[in-house]
T-cell receptor, first 111, second 115 residues
Framework: GDSVTQMEGPVTLSEEAFLTINCTYT??????LFWYVQYPGEGLQLLLK?????DKGSNKGFEATYRKETTSFHLEKGSVQVSDSAVYFC??????????FGTGTSLTVIP | DTGVSQDPRHKITKRGQNVTFRCDPI?????LYWYRQTLGQGPEFLTY????????KSRLLSDRFSAERPKGSFSTLEIQRTEQGDSAMYLC?????????????FGPGTRLLVL
């Protein structure tokens, strides 16, 4: 069945460091891929998405490229800020009926 | 557009009691989803509605769980005879239902604690 595997955390970085959170997936067909972010005490918010191979999603300095050949959708940001501290979830949907989420990666950015 | 709202935000109950949660989706969205999220895990799909029809249910949704969306707008999730293992965050999401490329918009969740 469809599934998402995320890099385990927690991740702690200094401000302005480079961030990579790995995400790989297993899916039938050609899923859409998403990154969601959850700030403390809040619900999940869509960060970015990509709907076909080689698409790059980007938002707020974050980027992720849909790599069909490696079944990956790694999240990157060139220079993290303290305000980026949150839990990040990779997700996929093949049909729009069900979304499958990874276990989440907690990021803490220290000044 | 005020986003997806959920009520209550927190619920503490004793084992064996029934609880009901409400979700109000974004008004023009015809799809509504329920998820359960336990500590340190990602959301797990429970069920979803297209308008008022419940089209899919996860195996996670035991007979003690029931969800409704009577008029295709708000939805309720009821848990009967709660168990300590039901303690989790219950998330609601809605989408426009245009296909697998759509974005789901999540509410803030209802955190349930069963004592």
């Amino acid at each position: 069945g469809d599934s998402v595997t995320q890099m385990e955390g927690p991740v702690t970085l200094s401000e302005e460091a480079f961030l990579t959170i790995n995400c790989t997936y297993t899916a039938t067909g050609y899923p859409s891929l998403f990154w969601y972010v959850q700030y403390p005490g809040e619900g999940l918010q869509l960060l970015l998405k990509a709907t076909k191979a080689d698409d790059k999603g980007s938002n707020k300095g974050f980027e992720a490229t849909y790599r069909k050949e490696t079944t990956s959708f790694h999240l990157e940001k060139g220079s993290v800020q303290v305000s980026d501290s949150a839990v990040y979830f990779c997700a996929l949907s093949s049909t729009g009926n069900q979304f499958y989420f990874g276990t989440g990666t907690s990021l803490t950015v220290i000044p | 557009d005020t986003g997806v709202s959920q009520d209550p935000r927190h619920k503490i109950t004793k084992r064996g009691q029934n609880v009901t949660f409400r979700c109000d989706p974004i008004s023009e969205h015809n799809r509504l989803y329920w998820y359960r999220q336990t500590l340190g895990q990602g959301p797990e799909f429970l069920t979803y509605f297209q308008n008022e029809a419940q089209l899919e249910k996860s195996r996670l949704l035991s007979d003690r769980f029931s969800a409704e969306r009577p008029k295709g707008s708000f939805s309720t999730l009821e848990i009967q005879r709660t168990e300590q293992g039901d303690s989790a965050m219950y998330l609601c999401a809605s989408s426009s239902g245009r296909g697998y490329q759509e974005t789901q918009y999540f509410g803030p969740g209802t955190r349930l604690l069963v004592l």
